[in-house]
């Protein structure tokens, strides 16, 4: 199982061929996404067409919920990396919910995650 960041559905839903032809190598059935990227793609549809394909989307997916301990391990990462890596509440809950189950993290912006020390990023 592989839990996909926002960035690789934005990039899906543009048609980006090397991201489409990724996921498709990793099977929709080994991708799980966190709520917050549920909740950052239906904030991203720009009309009710496009919120509803993109529901019917999420709905074929494994959404993780973000749970008590992934919320205090994001806090964590907040208190320790906001500052000195300019780290974000949504990537950190992203990241903890990678990291409490153990998955590796699809990200195409490796440059906020790469520092964090429990977190398998997941490589092509």
């Known amino acids: 199982m592989i839990l996909c960041d ?4 934005i990039e899906i839903y543009k048609g980006n061929n090397i991201v489409i032809e990724i996921f498709k190598n990793i099977g929709q059935n080994n991708v799980a996404i966190s709520d917050v990227t549920c909740a950052e793609l239906l904030y991203g549809a720009r009309n009710k067409n496009e919120l509803s394909l993109i529901r019917k989307d999420i ?3 494994l959404v ?3 749970s008590s301990p992934i919320s205090t391990q994001a806090v ?8 000195s890596h300019n ?3 949504p990537d950190a809950l992203i990241a903890s919910t990678a990291m ?10 490796l440059k906020d995650f790469k520092f964090l020390k429990n977190i398998t990023l997941y490589k092509d």
């Open 6 to 9: 926002t960035n690789i559905f």
């Open 59 to 61: 709905n074929n997916l």
């Open 64 to 66: 993780l919920p973000i």
């Open 76 to 83: 964590k990462l907040i208190e320790q990396f906001s500052l």
């Open 87 to 89: 780290l974000n509440l």
């Open 100 to 109: 409490f189950h153990d998955l590796e993290l699809y990200t195409l912006n």
